[in-house]
C-alpha cells in the first residue's frame, strides 16, 4: 500500500505544543454524515513532497463496539494515486486529526473562522 493512516494521538503526545487535536470524547462522538480529517501518510514521500495529505472523509457508519468508522472519501489526492473520491476508508478515532463543529454548537466561536487563536 503506499499511504497508511496516522495515528495523531501518538502524534500529539510527541508534539503536544504543537500538533492539537480534538479530545478523545469528541472524537469518539462522530456520527453518521459528520465529516473527519484524516492524515494519509505517504510510504515513499517524495524529496520536494509532502509526507502526508490531509484529507476529509464523511461518516457512513460507526461500529459501536469495536470503535471503528467507515466512511467515504470527499477528497480527490493530489500525491495518492490509488486513492479517489469516493473510497472507502475504514479508521479510528485516534485517526482523527479534524472535527467540525457546527454553528450553535456550546464550542463553536464566530471569531474561530475569521482569525488565529493564541493562548499564553
Known amino acids: 500500500m503506499e499511504w497508511s493512516l496516522e495515528d495523531v494521538e ?17 472524537r469518539k462522538k462522530q456520527k453518521s454524515g459528520d465529516l473527519v480529517r ?3 501518510v ?44 469516493g473510497d472507502k476508508i475504514e479508521f479510528q478515532p485516534k485517526h482523527i486529526a479534524r472535527i467540525i463543529i457546527p454553528k450553535g454548537d456550546p464550542c463553536w466561536l464566530d471569531i474561530g473562522e475569521k482569525m488565529a487563536l493564541v493562548s499564553k
Open 10 to 26: 501518538k502524534t500529539s503526545l510527541l508534539n503536544p505544543n504543537t500538533f492539537f487535536i480534538p479530545s478523545q470524547k469528541e
Open 38 to 40: 484524516l492524515r494519509f
Open 42 to 85: 505517504l510510504s515513499h514521500p517524495s524529496e520536494d513532497g509532502p509526507r502526508a495529505e490531509r484529507m476529509w472523509v464523511e461518516i457512513t457508519e460507526k461500529k459501536l463496539f469495536s470503535q471503528k468508522y467507515k466512511g467515504i472519501l470527499t477528497n480527490q489526492p493530489i500525491y495518492i494515486n490509488s486513492l479517489h473520491v
